[in-house]
């Protein structure tokens, strides 16, 4: 068919708007965005007609243009998504699921004025941290604690409060970047402190940290290298021997603990992330993420002695910092599950996924492949497999798992697309040229989103 032709048989924004499909769109998108989304189908149609990149209009030309423009406004959006990566903490997807009663505090508190900073009982403005202050000391032995958006925040504010135009001692084997090119060094200075490294990459020794003391030092730093490990021959001191140089120097000891693990896991057979807890018998303050091992929103906690809280209390940077309503109720919410221990571990997603036995990641796998195969056309078979927690949180762990293979006749690039654009879509694990879910961080929640996008993309396939 010749350009002139193609071009005259372009059809007019009316005539999508009124087609049968045109219906199934506006029941997603108000129907100006649907006019808009059609004007642009019909100018893309005459570009590529007028660029020899269209032989013919097919009749589904248009609405296969519009659906892909649907989809990728439904995706741009933050929506919820299936993780079945198998990655329990993965930043990308959000980190922590929250726990129902989480979910619940947001939606008491979401709606309504509340008492964040009105102190009830004298009938006048209170302390927006001095509820999550009593519990975090209630759980963890802290004297007090305050709260700020992420555990970067956490360490800003801790140094630039304490170590301002001060030496800081932090072993060069500590000196990590994390996300987003967030580096110890840099975090350090840019705050006002002056790096004072010690040791050497795999070994630093308590006489490295006692012989750099002077009258400049201001204190110590202890950065735990949660998201690698270094095995072999490596040393470096433990928090209680650099508690008692600092101690016998009089210089504040602080702790980026970062993941925030707030039980012993032992005797899942998870037992080398140190505790807050254990940490801050040692330590005067401790910095960690509210959104990894806690289980809570994203928000970096600062947990230690009074007279240190108080200093950072006062820094105007505190300000910029601070925590709304929202997060606070999450997080008090998830940390009073903590009162008891193997509660927590139920009823917080992120500790329940870790500690699941692989025989019940067995059974989940066993039921999600039978209702695939007899609702949908993909052919599922279960493998053993293994898996990372993810968050910069136990870098030395694989986890047990297993994992469906999804078999399509479409190639697995394909398939993966398809199913990350689909009405519920489904992050999954691509591996050996196969699509997997992994069913470690699949909630049996998620099986009708699950079926329901396998349904939509087999349609898609078959046409």
Not at 342 to 349: G, L, S, Y
Not at 434 to 449: A, G, N, P
């Amino acid at each position: 068919m010749d350009q002139k032709t193609l071009l005259r048989n372009l059809p007019s924004v009316n005539d999508l708007l009124n087609s049968k499909a045109a219906q199934t769109w506006e029941e997603t998108v108000d129907v100006e965005v649907v006019k808009e989304m059609i004007t642009t189908a019909i100018d893309e149609a005459r570009k590529d007609i007028l660029n020899s990149k269209i032989s013919e209009l097919t009749s589904d030309y248009f609405d296969s243009k519009i659906e892909k423009y649907l989809a990728d406004r439904r995706v741009s959006q933050i929506q919820p998504v299936v993780n079945a990566t198998g990655v329990i903490l993965h930043t990308n997807l959000g980190r922590a699921k929250l726990a129902t009663a989480a979910q619940d505090a947001i939606s008491d508190v979401a709606g309504h004025a509340t008492n964040l900073e009105y102190d009830i009982t004298i009938g006048q403005r209170g302390d927006r941290y001095k509820a999550v202050g009593k519990l975090v000391a209630e759980l963890t032995g802290a004297e007090d604690a305050i709260v700020v958006n992420n555990n970067a925040a956490a360490v800003m504010l801790v140094l630039s409060t304490l170590f301002n135009q001060k030496e800081l001692i932090t072993s060069r084997g500590q000196l990590v970047e994390i996300g987003g090119s967030f580096r110890i060094p840099d975090i350090i200075t840019s705050t006002g402190g002056i790096l004072k490294e010690v040791g050497t990459t795999n070994k630093t020794h308590i006489k490295d940290y006692e012989d750099v003391i002077n009258e400049e030092t201001g204190g110590v730093l202890i950065v735990h290298t949660s998201n690698y490990k270094l095995i072999g021959f490596a040393e470096t001191p433990d928090s209680k021997d650099l508690a008692d140089l600092c101690r016998k120097h009089h210089l504040p000891l602080v702790n980026d603990l970062g993941s925030g693990l707030m039980v012993d896991l032992s005797k899942y057979g998870l037992g080398n992330e140190p505790t807050i807890a254990q940490e801050l018998k040692n330590c005067d303050l401790v910095m960690f993420s509210g959104d990894k091992l806690l289980g809570g929103p994203q928000a970096g906690i600062i947990a230690g002695k009074k007279k240190y809280i108080d200093q950072l209390k006062h820094n105007q940077l505190l300000r910029a910092l601070r925590v709304d309503k929202i997060t606070l109720a999450s997080l008090m919410a998830t940390l009073k599950l903590y009162r008891d221990p193997d509660n927590a571990v139920k009823q917080i997603p992120v500790l329940n996924e870790l500690t699941m036995s692989p025989e019940d990641v067995f059974k989940r796998a066993e039921t999600l492949q039978k209702l695939i195969e007899d609702e949908t056309k993909f052919k599922a078979t279960i493998e053993k497999g293994t898996t990372m927690v993810g968050g910069g949180s136990f870098p030395e762990v694989q986890l047990p798992t297993y994992l469906i293979d999804l078999q399509s006749s479409t190639s697995e690039t394909k398939l993966n697309r398809d199913l990350e654009y689909a009405h519920y879509p489904i992050i999954t694990r691509i591996s050996h040229g196969k699509v997997f879910l992994d069913l470690r961080t699949i909630d049996e929640s998620d099986y009708e989103k699950i079926i329901a996008s396998l349904k939509e993309v087999a349609e898609k396939i078959s046409k």
